[in-house]
C-alpha cells in the first residue's frame, strides 16, 4: 500500500515568477478513478455558509486554478477557490476562533458512486488556507436541498476525519468506506480557503433507472461504465472517452503521443454490467491533423472463463477507417454480448468518445441490482 503523502503548514509567499514552481503535490493512486465531483457529470456546490472572498462554485472547475498577484476587488483579493472570511472569537478577552469553528460546503457529486479518494487542493492559498479539513457522506435524493440534507433524520458517514493540510498544496486523502455515496459535506477549520475538490471513485448507478431506459450507452461513465487500462494517457485522459456529451475542444478526448514504431494504442473498458451490445459510435470531434487513423472495436465476455464467458476478444468492429472530427456511427450485424470492451486505434492519434448501445442481459441486471444494495442503494 503506497503511503499517501502530507503536506502541512503554510507555504512560502508569492515571490513571482511561476506560482507553481513551488507547489506541493504528490501521485495519488486513487486518481485513477474517475472524478465523481465533476461539473460534466452534474456535480454542484449547492450551499456554502460563508463565501466572503471567493465564490464555491470554484471548487469544481475543472482547469487548474490560477493566480493573478494584481487581481484585487473590493473585497479583497480575488482568489481562484472557495474562500470564506476570517473567523473572530467571541470576546476581546478570547479574540480566537473556538475549537469546533468551520465552515461547510455542501457538494452533490455528479454521479453517485463509492469514493476511493479525495484531493483538497489549496493552490495558491498560502497563509490563508485552512488548518485542516474533514469531509463526510451521505446518501440522498439527487434533488435534495440543501436544508433538508442539514436536516436532524440525514445520516452523515465520515470519509476524511479532521486532518491537518498544507497551503499551496494537493492534500490527498484515501478512502476505505464501501458505500454509494451522492453527496458530501466538505468543512474547513476554522476558515480560509481551498482552491479546487476532486472526488475520485467508481460510479453505481440506479438499476431502476437503466432498466426504465433500455437501451441506453453500456459503457457510459454516468451509467456506470469505467476505463480499466489505456496504452497511452500522454496528452488527456482516456476516461475522457466516456464522459457525457460531445467533446467541446481537443483536450476533451483522448489523444497520444506520436509513435514511432510499428505498434497502435487501445483503452480497455469494463461496461456497465454484462450487456448486449447493437450499435456503436466512434466520435473524432476536434481531433482534426490528430485523430486516429483506423480504429476497431472488440468485446470480451467475463474474465478469462468466469461469469459465465470464456474470457475471449472477440471482434464487434474491424479496423475501419476514421475520418477527422466526426462523428462515426455503425449498427452491428448481430448484437455481441460482454462484460468488458476495447478500442484499438492505429497507430496512435485520437478519439473524443465511444459510445456503446445496448442492454443489459438478466443476469447482467441482476448483478447490478445486488451490487447496489450491498452498498446501500
Known amino acids: 500500500m503506497t503511503a499517501i503523502p502530507r503536506f502541512t503548514g503554510d507555504a512560502h509567499p508569492y515571490a513571482g515568477g511561476d506560482p507553481y514552481a513551488d507547489y506541493r503535490t504528490a501521485d495519488f493512486p486513487f486518481t485513477r478513478y474517475a472524478n465523481l465531483a465533476d461539473r460534466r457529470l452534474g456535480a454542484g456546490v449547492i450551499a456554502a455558509n460563508d463565501e466572503f472572498f471567493a465564490q464555491r462554485e470554484n471548487l469544481l472547475v475543472p482547469e487548474r486554478p490560477v493566480f493573478d498577484p494584481e487581481h484585487f476587488g473590493h473585497k479583497g483579493k480575488i482568489m481562484d477557490g472557495w474562500e470564506t472570511r476570517r473567523r473572530r472569537g467571541?470576546?476581546?478577552?478570547?479574540?480566537?476562533?473556538?475549537?469546533?469553528?468551520?465552515?461547510?460546503?455542501?457538494?452533490?457529486?455528479?454521479?453517485?458512486?463509492?469514493?476511493?479518494?479525495?484531493?483538497?487542493?489549496?493552490?495558491?492559498?498560502?497563509?490563508?488556507?485552512?488548518q485542516a479539513v474533514?469531509?463526510?457522506?451521505?446518501?440522498?435524493?439527487?434533488?435534495?436541498?440543501?436544508?433538508?440534507?442539514?436536516?436532524?433524520?440525514?445520516?452523515?458517514?465520515?470519509?476524511?476525519?479532521?486532518t491537518p493540510v498544507g497551503g499551496h498544496a494537493a492534500n490527498g486523502f484515501a478512502v476505505s468506506l464501501e458505500r454509494r455515496v451522492t453527496h458530501l459535506r466538505v468543512r474547513q477549520?476554522?476558515?480560509?480557503?481551498?482552491?479546487?475538490?476532486?472526488?475520485?471513485?467508481?460510479?453505481?448507478?440506479?438499476?431502476?433507472?437503466?432498466?426504465?431506459?433500455?437501451?441506453?450507452?453500456?459503457?457510459?461513465?454516468?451509467?456506470?461504465?469505467?476505463?480499466?487500462?489505456?496504452?497511452?494517457r500522454f496528452y488527456s485522459p482516456a476516461t475522457n472517452t466516456i464522459q457525457p456529451g460531445r467533446s467541446r475542444k481537443m483536450d476533451d478526448g483522448w489523444e497520444t503521443r506520436r509513435r514511432r514504431d510499428q505498434g497502435h494504442d487501445w483503452i480497455r473498458y469494463r461496461l456497465a454490467a454484462r450487456a448486449e451490445i447493437r450499435a456503436l459510435e466512434i466520435d473524432t470531434a476536434y481531433l482534426k491533423g490528430?485523430?486516429?487513423?483506423?480504429?476497431?472495436?472488440?468485446?470480451?465476455?467475463?474474465?478469462?472463463?468466469?461469469?459465465?464467458?470464456?474470457?475471449?476478444?472477440?471482434?464487434?468492429?474491424?479496423?475501419?477507417?476514421?475520418?477527422?472530427?466526426?462523428?462515426?456511427?455503425?449498427?452491428?450485424?448481430?448484437?455481441?454480448?460482454?462484460?468488458?470492451?476495447?478500442?484499438?486505434i492505429y497507430p496512435d492519434g485520437g478519439i473524443s468518445r465511444l459510445r456503446l448501445f445496448g442492454a443489459l442481459t438478466d443476469d447482467g441486471a441482476r448483478r447490478l441490482t445486488a451490487r447496489h444494495q450491498e452498498l446501500g442503494g
Open 290 to 344: 490528430n485523430s486516429a487513423g483506423w480504429a476497431s472495436v472488440s468485446v470480451r465476455d467475463g474474465e478469462h472463463g468466469a461469469d459465465g464467458g470464456d474470457g475471449a476478444w472477440r471482434e464487434a468492429l474491424p479496423r475501419t477507417r476514421l475520418q477527422p472530427d466526426t462523428n462515426h456511427r455503425f449498427v452491428l450485424p448481430e448484437p455481441v454480448v460482454g462484460t468488458h470492451a476495447r478500442v484499438d
Open 134 to 162: 474533514s469531509i463526510e457522506a451521505t446518501s440522498a435524493p439527487d434533488a435534495a436541498a440543501p436544508e433538508e440534507l442539514l436536516g436532524p433524520d440525514v445520516q452523515w458517514t465520515t470519509l476524511v476525519p479532521r
Open 90 to 130: 467571541a470576546s476581546a478577552d478570547h479574540p480566537w476562533p473556538a475549537a469546533d469553528d468551520h465552515d461547510w460546503a455542501l457538494v452533490r457529486l455528479g454521479a453517485p458512486g463509492v469514493v476511493r479518494g479525495v484531493v483538497v487542493d489549496t493552490a495558491h492559498f498560502r497563509g490563508n488556507h485552512p
Open 189 to 232: 477549520h476554522p476558515d480560509g480557503g481551498i482552491a479546487r475538490l476532486r472526488v475520485y471513485g467508481e460510479v453505481v448507478p440506479d438499476p431502476a433507472w437503466l432498466a426504465a431506459l433500455g437501451t441506453f450507452d453500456v459503457v457510459a461513465l454516468e451509467n456506470g461504465g469505467q476505463v480499466e487500462d489505456a496504452s497511452d
